[in-house]
């Protein structure tokens, strides 16, 4: 997500109260080099198309076969059209695995279509503590790989590791629709769900030589129909998850501009955190601007690692 916006107040990040990053770059050699066995064993789709994180006793990994921050309200930049793919927002969950019975909701960040609905993704819509524009186009690489592109294919590969455990998976858009949805609509997507978790996947946009990636949690809010309170600590214990299997699975450190390197950063300026009902978290896979993040971003093998990490982050927090 791009670093500069309307409605930009710059976030009071505070340090975890966790331990530093030691436990989880503790974790990083054999976590690593068990995602890399797996994806070596399977294969990622071809390119084309970022210490407070505790990481917690990992589960069996998934399967694989088959400065200062905004979200909501980033300036809107051109990106090239694409055609959306067939409608897929949600698709039935296999009858066994350690997952059966949980619901997922990836919410791929942005719309490789907003673009082209310049005044609707703008329009304004209430977030609880005020009001946020309906969505806005992502950033890109200086290249122009757009990040709708990037979180929609890591969404993807996501939910094909995440319906191997046997969860039921749903997708906020699958670039099935012209544009959006709002932030607001994305939060209700996962509260009617019901979902034991969600993850919204984005990349950042800010100067080059900021690298890295970061979790966002969701701060205690209560005003208007925004109330936080009963998610924060669940969200917390999501997020450390998946920032420590991000760690081990990409071997990607955390920021190194945000978040005082713990990898976590708490927000009440979300609306889509603002409005979940439910455990979300976001995580900024890395940032588009910088050429060797962007080098990342843009590699299929290392994207397919980046949904490994999540995936394990959810499937960690799902079973406790």
């Known amino acids: 997500m791009s670093y500069v916006g309307p409605d930009f107040e710059p976030p009071q ?24 066995l797996v994806y070596e064993t399977v294969g990622g789709s071809g390119d084309g198309g970022s210490g407070g994180a505790t990481v917690r006793s990992s589960p069996p990994p998934v399967s694989s076969a088959s400065g200062a921050p905004t979200d909501d309200a980033k300036k809107p930049s051109a990106s090239p059209s694409r055609k959306p793919t067939a409608s897929s927002t949600s698709a039935p969950a296999p009858a066994s695995g350690p997952l059966k019975g949980k619901v997922v909701v990836i919410d791929p960040g942005h719309n490789p279509e907003n673009f082209q609905h310049a005044s609707e993704i703008n329009r304004k819509v209430n977030i609880g503590t005020n009001w946020k524009e309906c969505d806005t186009t992502g950033t890109s690489t200086n290249d122009g790989y757009t990040e709708a592109k990037f979180t929609l294919d890591v969404a993807h590969r996501m939910r094909t590791l995440l319906e191997e455990q046997g969860a039921t998976v749903k997708l906020t858009q699958d670039g099935d629709r012209p544009f959006g949805p709002c932030v607001d609509e ?16 984005h990349a950042d946009g800010s100067g080059a030589g900021n690298r890295g990636f970061h979790v966002i949690l969701p701060g205690a809010v209560h005003a208007g129909a925004a109330d936080t309170r009963a998610i924060v600590g669940p969200s ?14 990409t071997g990607s450190a955390p920021s190194n501009y945000i978040g005082d390197g713990t990898g976590l950063v708490t927000r009440k300026d979300l609306g889509g955190l603002n409005l979940s009902t439910v455990p979300k978290v976001f995580i900024e896979c890395g940032n588009m601007r910088d050429s060797k993040d962007a080098a990342l971003l843009t590699s299929g093998a290392w994207r397919q690692k980046a949904a ?3 995936s394990e982050g959810i499937v960690s927090f799902l079973r406790g």
């Open 308 to 310: 490994q990490g999540i």
């Open 186 to 201: 994305r939060a209700r997507i996962g509260n009617e769900a019901k979902a034991d978790a969600v993850v919204s996947v």
């Open 236 to 249: 917390r214990d999501l997020g450390e998850r998946v920032a420590g299997r991000f760690v081990a699975v």
């Open 13 to 36: 990040p505070r340090r975890p109260r966790r331990g530093p990053l030691t436990v989880a770059l503790a974790a990083l050699v054999p976590g690593a080099l068990l995602g890399w």
